[in-house]
């Protein structure tokens, strides 16, 4: 177990800035979750932490050692890869003890370590078996295994559910919380699921072209948003961005309300208008509600609703939870 | 159905015009002196290996044959080693220069034999190689290494770089790597590699004929040769002669066939 920390780390590949200025402390045991879009540095920036990628400025320290230097062995971490990377000539039982065999540990402690992890993630019965042999999700356990085996200080995720079905994430994303919660490591998880980053992590980090937008609980990032970047990207269905008359009548440049903070009324009021789309989830419904000067909405009710399209609907935004922000997407106090 | 039969018939006399020099050759190597009179396509009526024996013996095909052995396997072998250790460091690894190491093994892959055989007799004569096994050893490596290192780079190429990786971060240093997790999965490349140089080493005649002057260091392809002189020559010597260089040769490639053409088209698909 160790700490992880960042001091004013940049990446570049020649003349492109791909990160800057990152600086982060995430604790000792911590579950950080890294989360941003497609091509944002979020892999970079955890490759830097274990030793695949150079740094070009800053410092990353392991455990409040300088490791900069340091070659991945030495780090001491482990590293779940997207594409799961195991070896195709060998066995399950082999993919997983290939650490410990480099590190000449004895045969019998190899196979106890093996088979506890094994143990751990119901993969007893498939020890014998080469990768090309398994389904995915028993490939990204085996991935898994290969990293608790040699109990590292550090595990680094990088996208290892993408190749998932939905079911099947939701499930492993439980047990991978329920696995941090036991191993009581340092982990940290790189996705650009917003709904994985908030179910699983202690803190996010929210990343968006190469700096740090954010670093929070997921409700801090979803009750005080630090940019119109961040409240747009956590929370589902997205936040409304609205600009205009209504921004200006609130005294902002842009103001943003969640789908869930709309109430209907009965009576006619400013945010009236048609419904264009409605999503029925049984658990709640969605419905898309075109009104003059706002654009499309997006509305989230609790419950089931009979709207239909075609509708006039009266929407109300409760008022309190309306974000402001300023035309540099910068949040502005909120009013009361 | 009439189709069918032209479309056989197309295909077999095909067939036959292709294989006919080797039938012919095998044909007048089984034939006694005495039916050398008849044209080369009758076959022989009464099979003899009396030439076979002759080559072997007195042709001295046993002593060529052990050399030719020698210097073929130890070329196959020595080049799997240095081909796919140079690859490696090609496609894996990060250092300076390497784009230059890169573009060397591009002009040594544009390079004919011929265009440089003197310059290379004069280094192998400088060393005092010259009349060695090694010195032919050493020249087949120098001359086919390149195509080798592109083969086993193609190949690695389509090695995903993530399991590299991951056997970094499993504690691997560089050569375990290669010798753990690279090569094991490289077996097509492996066995290519080692089929085609040994093929190449087994039928040169050229660097041979220059390297190999005293008898006793020949190869098969420069033996042969002494059944072919100015005036004379030798046919049941020659064709006996020809079939004994064939054979390992033929019998390599039916044993490995599907190996090496899964390796050709390797890293072409892939
Ligand atoms: N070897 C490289 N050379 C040049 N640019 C690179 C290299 N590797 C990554 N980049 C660039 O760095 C940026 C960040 O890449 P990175 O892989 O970290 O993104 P990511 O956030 O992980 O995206 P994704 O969610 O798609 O995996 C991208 O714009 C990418 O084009
Ligand atoms: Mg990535």
New interface residues.
């Given amino acids: 177990m160790a700490s992880v920390e960042l001091r004013n780390l940049s990446k570049s590949y020649g003349d492109v800035e791909v990160l800057r200025d990152i600086n982060l402390i995430v604790e000792d045991g911590e579950f950080v979750v890294f989360v941003g879009p497609s091509g944002c540095g979020k892999s970079t920036l955890l490759r830097m932490i274990a030793g695949l990628e150079e740094i070009t400025a800053g410092e990353c320290l392991i455990g409040g050692q300088r490791a900069n230097e340091l070659s991945p062995k030495k780090r001491n971490i482990a590293m779940v890869f997207q594409s799961y990377a195991l070896y195709p000539q060998m066995t399950v039982a082999e993919n997983m003890g290939f650490s410990l065999r480099l590190e000449k540990r004895s045969r019998s402690e190899i196979q106890r370590k093996v088979r506890t992890a094994a143990e751990v993630l119901k993969l007893e019965a498939l020890l014998d078996r080469k990768p090309g042999q398994l389904s995915g999700g028993q490939r990204q356990r085996v991935a898994i295994g290969r990293a608790i085996v040699r109990n590292p200080r550090v595990f680094l995720l990088d996208e290892p559910l993408s190749n998932l079905d939905a079911a099947l994430r939701a499930e492993t994303r439980v047990e991978i919380t329920a696995l941090h919660q036991r191993m009581d490591t340092t982990m940290i998880y790189v996705t650009h699921d917003q709904v994985e980053a908030m179910t699983m992590a202690d803190r996010i980090v929210v990343l968006n072209g190469g700096v740090i937008e954010q670093v929070g609980s997921a409700m801090e990032l979803y009750n005080t948003p630090a940019s119109i970047f961040v409240a747009g990207f956590i929370g589902s269905p997205k936040m409304n961005f609205i600009k205009g008359r209504f921004a200006e009548s609130a005294g902002a440049g842009t103001i943003g309300i969640r789908p869930e903070h709309f109430q209907i009324r009965n009576e006619a009021g400013d945010w009236t208008g048609e419904v264009a789309i409605v999503e029925q989830l049984g658990h709640d419904t969605i419905l898309h509600v075109r009104v003059p000067d706002a654009g499309i909405l997006t509305v989230s009710l609790d419950g089931q609703h009979g709207q239909r399209v075609g509708d006039q609907v009266h929407l109300s935004p409760i008022s309190e939870l309306i974000h402001r922000f300023d035309n540099q997407g910068r949040p502005l106090p909120t009013r009361n | 159905m009439v189709g069918r039969y032209l479309l056989v018939f197309f295909l077999g006399a095909i067939a036959i015009v292709m294989a006919s020099p080797l039938i012919l050759t095998v044909f007048s190597s089984l034939k006694p002196t005495t039916e050398l009179a008849n044209p080369p396509w009758y076959p022989p009526f009464d099979v003899t290996f009396e030439h076979y024996f002759r080559v072997w013996t007195e042709g001295k095909f046993n002593r060529y044959f052990l050399n030719t052995v020698i210097i073929s396997t130890v070329d196959a072998i020595v080049m799997i080693g240095i081909a796919s250790l140079a690859a490696y460091a090609l496609v894996f690894m990060k250092y300076p220069g390497k784009a230059l190491i890169q573009a060397l093994f591009l002009v040594g892959l544009m390079i004919p034999v011929t265009a440089i055989i003197l310059p290379l007799y004069s280094i192998v004569r400088s060393v005092g190689l010259v009349n060695t096994h090694l010195g032919v050893i050493f020249s087949d490596l120098a001359l086919a290494v390149s195509v080798f290192v592109f083969m086993f780079s193609s190949y690695f190429a389509s090695v995903?770089k993530?399991?590299h990786?991951?056997?970094?971060?499993?504690?691997?240093t560089e050569f375990?790597i290669y010798w753990?997790?690279v090569m094991?999965?490289a077996k097509p490349a492996v066995v290519t590699t080692a089929l085609l140089e040994f093929l190449w080493s087994w039928n040169d005649l050229l660097l041979r004929l220059l390297l190999l002057p005293s008898d006793k260091m020949r190869t098969l392809s420069v033996g042969l040769l002494n059944f072919q002189g100015i005036m004379t020559r030798d046919v049941t010597g020659l064709s006996s002669g020809t079939v004994i260089i064939a054979l390992p040769v033929v019998l390599l490639f039916l044993v490995f066939q599907r190996h090496f053409v899964r390796g050709m088209t390797q890293g072409a698909v892939k």
């Fill in positions: 995903p993530a399991l990786e991951a056997a970094k971060i499993d504690g691997a375990q753990r997790v094991p999965i």
